[in-house]
């Protein structure tokens, strides 16, 4: 998990940027994917994408919308079962989150991130859900959002739970779109009786146009 700590430098910069169009042209074929949007996102400097959650492959599909490489809190029950795995996601930067207790280090290391001038990926939902409002959201996209200042962009994801997710469970073919929504800054909500419920309702807000209504069940 050591590896898993360490900001990732130069190299890693440079390997996103020579492998995202190898990456970006096996999604357009094999997903037909396609990103809605994507200038919304600024090219450099730190901000947070929030993007809901159906698929083991939902960090690659909105990795391939920002313009660098995003670190990404990841659940730690995911790592430690296989080596392959746990490499090459600490290469790219991911940042272990674990549950059952408060992800201290792990918000440290998001913190240190977007101070670093670098965008970090949280995703609200915190696990795969098998449909659109399954559970409340966390607010830990908002918490990281209003504490640093940092904009939170909102990302759809459309089709993805026909990929490695609850539904359906295997590598197979699906047509995917990812749905860049405008910036939430968080400022304007630090006057708010609540500012982390209502910076997370309009992260939810901004996905509910793209998504449609919060389902209550199947």
């Known amino acids: 998990m050591r590896l898993l ?10 390997s996103y940027r020579v492998a995202k169009p190898f990456v970006a042209t096996f999604g357009r074929y094999y997903w037909d994917y396609e990103i809605a949007h994507p200038d919304v996102l600024p090219r450099s400097g730190a901000y947070i994408l929030a993007p809901n959650h159906f698929s083991l492959v939902d960090p690659v599909f909105s990795s391939l919308v920002g313009h660098q490489n995003i670190r990404y809190l990841a659940v ?3 790592f430690g079962r296989s080596r392959f ?14 549950r ?7 918000l440290q290391t998001a913190i240190r ?6 965008p970090v990926g949280v995703f609200p939902e915190a696990r795969r859900e098998d449909y659109w409002g399954e559970t409340p ?3 830990g996209a908002a918490w990281l959002a209003l504490l640093t200042g940092a904009p939170l962009y909102p990302l759809a994801i459309e089709g993805s739970e026909h990929v490695m997710s609850y539904r359906e469970p295997r590598f197979g073919r699906a047509s995917v779109r990812a749905t860049v929504c405008d910036p939430i800054d968080p400022l304007d909500f ?8 209502a910076t997370t309702a309009a992260w939810q807000k901004s996905l509910i146009q793209i998504l449609g209504p919060l389902r209550t069940s199947r």
């Open 85 to 98: 795995f746990d490499t090459l996601t600490g290469f790219w930067g991911a940042i272990p989150l674990p």
């Open 113 to 118: 991130t977007i101070n670093a001038d670098r």
């Open 190 to 197: 630090m006057d708010c009786v609540d500012p982390l419920g």
């Open 76 to 78: 730690d029950e995911l």
């Open 100 to 106: 059952g207790s408060i992800p201290w280090r792990a």
């Open 5 to 14: 700590r360490r900001d990732p430098g130069r190299f890693v910069d440079l």
């Open 137 to 139: 959201p966390s607010s």
